[in-house]
């Protein structure tokens, strides 16, 4: 049986390779985890809350007895499990909320099946202060704006196939920021798993740069970017789209027109308040009439907006604007934007 290794920092855990295997409960894991992170729980949901229970009335050993008593039976079906998730010559990477009893029993069941095992220390709780100190980390960044419509995240994305370091932060939380943001889009995660798989993206471009961000409100639907990040977006470098806003239109009417009515009516509704009466009225007759470009426009005004107000309130101004005449000739201009002679590279 191979002897166990000390558990590894947060840094050391992630840059092994081997499948990381997340032993908290399903609604612990639910709420965030580890970006690829396998859930095997050794508790369900109910269980945990009957050992939490029982360590409060009763003290830390009859808590691990009812453990003992609710894992044993699961044993032989969690050892399958680990050996299927087993990689050949690479470990397996447990983890469970502080590194506590939970990783240590499942290490030790994975050793006895000679399966090579490497622990979190200090479990996900340490993992979260590593996602958290990266945001307090200088990143070198370069800031993408442009009212809505202008096509920001369709020219980052053909950026980032060209080999640009870009940070797809709608992308990551399953929105485009707006009320209409979530239509024909997954689920939104939690805020701390945006964070947890930001953390991740970011790391990933660890050493390059600029890296390109889209100019967001400091919230992307439900998911609020860090405040260390959100500081640094701020006092970045930026530079904003200039698109007629016929070619606005075209665009919305792409993303949004096939969304049908009733959700189209509902996302309205929801800022009925800030468009106002007239402009709500308006924009609701033409969804009924499937006038998506005519719904749009009654939009805009509100949207324009909010995005001056976001850019009035930057830290350091746009440095340069240029005219989308195409998506190739605005990636070759980003291109050169960031270029490291370019005055806008910081």
């Not at 099946?113 to 979260?128: F, H, I, N, S, T």
């Not at 080999?163 to 805020?191: C, I, K, M, N, Y």
């Not at 998911?223 to 260390?228: A, K, L, S």
Request: hydrophobic fraction near 40%; include cysteine.
């Amino acid at each position: 049986m191979p002897g166990a290794s000390p558990p590894l920092p947060a840094d050391a855990f992630l840059s092994n390779a081997g499948p990381v295997v997340d032993v908290r409960s399903p609604q612990e894991f639910a709420q965030g985890h580890i970006p690829g992170a396998h859930n095997l729980p050794l508790f369900s949901d109910d269980e945990r809350a009957q050992v939490g229970t029982c360590y409060k009335q009763a003290g830390r050993g009859a808590a691990v007895q009812l453990g003992l008593e609710l894992v044993g039976p699961k044993l032989a079906a969690l050892g399958r499990e680990l050996q299927n998730l087993a990689q050949a010559g690479a470990p397996l990477r447990l983890h469970c909320w502080r590194g506590g009893m939970r990783s240590g029993s499942v290490a030790w069941l994975a050793a006895t099946l000679d399966l090579p095992v490497l622990v979190l220390d200090g479990g996900y709780k340490a993992y979260r202060r590593w996602v958290l100190a990266t945001f307090e980390q200088p990143w070198p960044l370069l800031i993408l704006g442009g009212r809505t419509g202008t096509g920001k995240t369709d020219l980052l994305l053909a950026l980032r196939e060209q080999g640009a370091a870009v940070v797809d932060l709608e992308g990551l939380a399953h929105h485009r920021g707006s009320s209409f943001g979530g239509l024909g889009l997954p689920e939104q995660p939690s805020t701390e798993h945006y964070e947890n798989r930001l953390a991740t993206a970011l790391q990933a471009l660890k050493g390059r740069g600029p890296i390109w961000l889209e100019a967001e409100s400091a919230q992307v639907g439900r998911c609020r970017i860090p405040n260390g990040l959100w500081r640094q977006m701020g006092t970045a470098p930026a530079v904003e789209i200039l698109r007629p806003l016929a070619e606005r239109l075209d665009q919305l009417v792409a993303v949004y027109g096939g969304q049908g009515q009733a959700p189209l009516r509902e996302a309205t509704e929801r800022i009925a308040r800030r468009l106002g009466p007239q402009r709500t009225a308006a924009a609701l007759e033409a969804i009924d009439r499937s006038d998506w470009a005519g719904a749009c426009l009654q939009m805009l005004d509100y949207y324009d907006r909010c995005y001056d107000h976001e850019l009035s309130r930057r830290d350091r101004p746009v440095r340069a604007c240029f005219d989308l005449a195409g998506l190739e000739a605005g990636v070759a201009a980003l291109r050169l934007l960031q270029d490291p002679s370019c005055a806008m590279t910081p």
